[in-house]
């Protein structure tokens, strides 16, 4: 079978007309099956979900308990059968819980990827390479700029500067899903033993982390209502984004600034968004890593969605493997 025939692009989002389902779709359908747990792949309203157990978990956490009609979850491993379209879930490397999802039929096999990453991450599952006829990837960071390094060295850098500055709070900038946590765990493997304060927007993420045995240590809300600014000194306090740039930032003692993101590697996004310290931590793939994640799987086809999806598809055709951009809509950068 031609593979445009196990799945397809369409508004909604990917589609699988044999097996009556969507991957990630943007909008709500009879039966969704989700990558992981992420607000522009993992969305509520869908009739029927299939995501694993941790995916579900955050999904509830986000939209509540009716966040769709009914739920079943599925192990990494095990394969499930919808219609007659044999489906596997396998780890992402992304976020806790996150999936690539392999869907095969007559002899086809086609693995949507979802966002994933390559790096080592104490909080997630580690991407596991799946062999396919067609590997659909993301393109977040598919430019040769793009070169992240280890994260650990950018976590040494944020610990050099609160040692550097002990009057001043140190306020990371990391998104709420993932990349907090992850952040968080990094700074306890480098040694760091003191609390760490979070926004309240983390709570319930970083609580649930904590549920499933990743160890964050002592959190504390980064609260100034019942103490003095300078409380904070010396501190680090961690945040979604939005938070730096409202009024709650700016109660913190001598704030100084930093955001955890592969976008850091842009030094005018850094300087736009009033970044003193950027940390280049991403969770998604450097160009590198895209590239040699496509040399190993070599699969006989690439489908290349949301990001810098030219340069990639480009990438591919001088290597010699059929690639082609989806053009998918709706999927942005959340967890960066």
Not at 47 to 65: K, N, P
Not at 214 to 230: K, N, S, V
Request: hydrophobic share 40%.
């Amino acid at each position: 079978m031609r593979p445009e025939e196990l799945l397809r692009p369409t508004p909604q989002g990917l589609c699988c007309p044999p097996g009556d389902f969507h991957i990630d779709p943007v909008r709500p359908v009879a039966r969704a099956l989700i990558t992981h747990g992420h607000a522009d792949h993992a969305r509520a309203g869908h009739g029927h979900v299939l995501a694993t157990q941790e995916t579900l978990d955050i999904m509830r956490l986000r939209y509540g308990e009716d966040f769709a009609g009914s739920t079943q979850a599925i192990r990494f491993g095990e394969t499930v059968a919808i219609n007659g379209v044999k489906v596997g879930f396998h780890p992402a490397g992304h976020v806790l819980g996150s999936a690539q999802i392999a869907v095969e039929q007559n002899g086809m096999r086609i693995v949507a990827s979802g966002d994933y990453k390559r790096q080592a991450d104490p909080t997630c599952a580690g991407f596991e390479p799946v062999a396919c006829d067609v590997f659909i990837t993301e393109a977040t960071f598919a430019l040769p700029i793009f070169r992240h390094p280890d994260a650990t060295h950018e976590i040494a850098l944020l610990l050099k500067s609160v040692a550097q500055f002990p009057e001043r709070c140190h306020l990371v900038g990391a998104y709420a899903l993932g990349k907090a946590q992850r952040v968080i765990s990094l700074i306890r493997q480098a040694g760091y033993d003191r609390p760490i304060y979070i926004h309240g927007a983390l709570q319930k993420l970083c609580g649930y982390y904590q549920s499933q045995g990743i160890d964050l240590g002592e959190l504390q809300p980064a609260t100034l209502e019942e103490g003095d600014a300078r409380d904070f000194s010396g501190a680090i306090v961690i945040g979604p984004p939005s938070a730096f740039v409202d009024r709650w930032a700016r109660r913190f003692p001598d704030p100084l600034a930093c955001f955890a993101s592969g976008w850091m590697r842009i030094r005018q996004r850094a300087k736009q968004r009033g970044v003193e310290l950027p940390l280049i931590i991403s969770d998604h793939c450097d160009w590198d890593e895209l590239t040699d994640t496509i040399s190993e799987i070599a699969p006989g086809e690439v489908w290349v969605t949301h990001g810098r999806e030219e340069a990639l598809v480009r990438w591919c055709t001088l290597a010699g493997i059929p690639a082609r951009p989806l053009h998918l809509v709706g999927y942005e950068d959340e967890g960066d």
